[in-house]
């Protein structure tokens, strides 16, 4: 059973163009991680979010927690070729040191 | 300093057998993680450690995969008797504190069992 949803799996623009992707559990997280993994390497943390509700910006990269902290979505705007990546995020609970981590939203932005 | 380091990058071996890797995390680093990508997968987590406390096994698939943590410090993925669904790229991931605060991950190995 997959805890964390992505959706699209995988996701191919045209630089310039906005993007958004989507995280979503029936589990409510008291936190919420995005990461980005470029091939042939680990994950980087982008952000975190523990608040519903909470908006939090990095540059052009938009993160939401929803209301309830089932759910989550990534939005880009103005996609560059330097934002294609796997984008995995990973719910966390007070208490439990693991997370959760969906199968990623596979994103290519072409020049 | 230096990240997460993890050795060998890329592992063939023959089923049947056996395998190390191994993590060496950030200086300070309370918790160890171990997981596995498969593709199209999310990250499985593997095993869990933190300081001296017993460390949490519940991910590990079969009793042919193992780990221990020595000092503190370095890490070693084992895996026995090698089978072809063990092919993935494992990642090794260390945290200064433990729960959900941020992991660094590990550029992993990618496992080949042929």
């Known amino acids: 059973t997959q805890l964390l949803e992505q959706s699209p799996q995988f996701l191919s623009i045209q630089e310039g163009e906005n993007l958004t992707v989507y995280c979503n559990s029936s589990?409510?997280?008291?936190?919420l991680q995005w990461y980005r993994q470029e091939p042939g390497e680990g994950p980087v943390l982008l952000v975190t979010?523990?608040?519903?509700?909470e908006v939090k910006k990095l540059k052009r990269l938009t993160f939401q927690f929803g209301d309830a902290r089932k759910d989550s979505s990534l939005h880009i705007t103005a996609a560059q070729t330097g934002d294609t990546g796997l984008y995995l995020c990973?719910?966390?609970?007070?208490?439990?040191?693991?997370?959760?981590f969906g199968k990623g939203n596979q994103v290519v932005v072409i020049p | 300093g230096a990240g997460v380091s993890q050795s060998p990058s890329n592992k063939v071996t023959e089923k049947g057998k056996d395998v190390e890797l191994r993590c060496d995390p950030i200086s300070g680093h309370t918790a160890l993680y171990w997981y596995r990508q498969s593709l199209g997968q999310g990250l499985e987590f593997l095993i869990y450690?933190?300081?001296?406390?017993?460390?949490?096994k519940s991910g590990l698939p079969s009793d042919r995969f193992s780990a221990e943590r020595t000092g503190g410090s370095v890490s070693t993925l084992t895996i026995q008797r090698t089978q072809q669904e063990d092919s993935a790229v494992y990642l090794c991931?260390?945290?200064?504190?433990?729960?959900?605060?941020?992991?660094?991950f590990g550029p992993g190995t990618r496992l080949t069992v042929l």
């Open positions: 991931a260390s945290s200064p504190n433990p729960g959900t605060d941020t992991q660094y």
């Open positions: 990973a719910g966390g609970h007070y208490g439990n040191n693991r997370l959760a």
């Open positions: 450690f933190q300081g001296n406390s017993a460390p949490d």
């Open positions: 589990s409510v997280f008291s936190s």
């Open positions: 979010v523990v608040t519903g509700g």
